[in-house]
């Protein structure tokens, strides 16, 4: 028997605002981090790793790489679409993990809008190849770990942990996006 729920409008923009919070926090731990690991499975189901890096740094969910269609790692993902990915990031004081689904994206005015002097260096024939193309993770969900503070401060704290036996103290989340 199905029953008729009542739901507080209250408690749905509090849900909405924690949503807000935890993907602002993600997008504030990744806007400064050049290169990320995209992880996905080749063609044997074998977990395969790439440097990658992050062009989009708007982060709302997604996150866009610029890479050559005729590489493993796009005909892997094309062969999967939409293909089951990780995309890591890691700093001096915070990693990042995203966890969602990756596609290949022909968006020639986005990849034109998207193009640098970094791309280019690493890819041939600027944003006009057609060789050139967009992989375009949507993330699903996103875990961090952010111990904040300064090198000295986690130093400190570091001793602090070792001398009392406690345990470091940061912030660990797992958010949903």
Do not use: C
Not at 34 to 46: K, P
Not at 115 to 131: C, H, V
């Amino acid at each position: 028997m199905a029953t008729d729920r009542v739901t507080d409008p209250d408690d749905e923009e509090n849900a909405m605002s924690e949503h807000d919070d935890g993907t602002q926090k993600v997008a504030d731990l990744i806007k400064d981090i050049r290169i990320a690991m995209l992880t996905h499975a080749d063609s044997n189901g074998v977990l395969v790793s790439h440097p990658m890096a992050t062009q989009e740094v708007q982060f709302d969910g997604d996150v866009l790489f610029v890479a050559e269609r005729d590489s493993h790692k796009a005909r892997d993902i094309a062969a999967q679409s939409p293909a089951r990915v990780n995309v890591a990031y890691s700093s001096s004081s915070s990693w990042v993990s995203l966890s969602g689904t990756a596609t290949i994206v022909d968006d020639p005015a986005k990849l034109a809008e998207l193009w640098n002097s970094f791309t280019g260096a690493w890819l041939e024939g600027g944003p006009e190849n057609p060789n050139n193309i967009l992989i375009k993770v949507s993330a699903e969900s996103a875990e961090y770990w952010d111990s904040p503070g300064a090198k000295v401060t986690q130093i400190a704290n570091f001793i602090k942990a070792k001398v009392t036996g406690e345990r470091i103290e940061g912030d660990n989340e797992v958010v949903d996006l």
